[in-house]
């Protein structure tokens, strides 16, 4: 079992910046897929962006790319959601997973942190 936890949210004017940080506890991280989703007030949990566990394959929302970038450190166990150009809109409590497989993360069949809240507000 991987255990998550989210840090790096808070409050941004329209147009900022924030980097989200995933860090995981657990031996198999290091060989999981991981990906981030939110969930805005009344809406679905939605997908945001993945990784592989080398890196190879990334995917993103269509609502973010261009603006958001996933990263992760395997030997410091962490993974990262650099945010920019924010909107608004992209207010919502993120949230980080893991599983072994890209699938397992895509299917929200994987581990889940407890989530950190990003508002995008002048």
């Known amino acids: 079992q991987i255990q998550l936890v989210e840090s790096g949210g808070g409050l941004v004017q329209p147009g900022g910046s924030l980097r989200l940080s995933c860090e995981a506890s657990?031996?198999?991280?290091?060989?999981?897929?991981a990906g981030w989703f939110r969930q805005a007030p009344g809406k679905v949990r939605e997908f945001v962006a993945a990784i592989t566990w080398r890196g190879s394959s990334i995917s993103y929302a269509d609502s973010v790319k261009g603006r958001f970038t996933i990263t992760r450190d395997n030997a410091g166990n962490t993974v990262y959601l650099q945010l920019n150009s924010l909107k608004p809109e992209d207010t919502a409590v993120y949230y980080c997973?893991?599983?072994?497989?890209?699938?397992?993360?895509?299917?929200?069949?994987?581990?889940w942190g407890q989530g950190t809240q990003v508002t995008v507000s002048s």
């Open positions: 997973s893991a599983d072994r497989t890209l699938s397992g993360v895509l299917s929200g069949k994987g581990s």
């Open positions: 657990g031996r198999t991280f290091s060989t999981s897929a």
